[in-house]
């Protein structure tokens, strides 16, 4: 999809986020050669303290 999304224009920002739980360094450089330009990892534990306002 990154490499299709590349190829129709090279203006596109192309960015995604994830949890990163099943991402290895190997898929995260293949995604950022593919074109990627930005990855957002974030952890959404269920074991983080929660604060309440």
Excluded at 6 to 18: G, M, N, P, Q
Excluded at 24 to 38: F, I, P, T, V
């Amino acid at each position: 999809m990154i490499k299709y999304a590349r190829s129709k224009s090279a203006r596109f920002f192309l960015d995604i986020t994830t949890n990163g739980m099943n991402l290895s360094s190997n898929q995260l450089d293949e995604l950022l050669n593919a074109g990627l330009d930005n990855i957002n990892i974030n952890d959404y534990r269920n074991d983080r303290e929660k604060i309440s306002c």
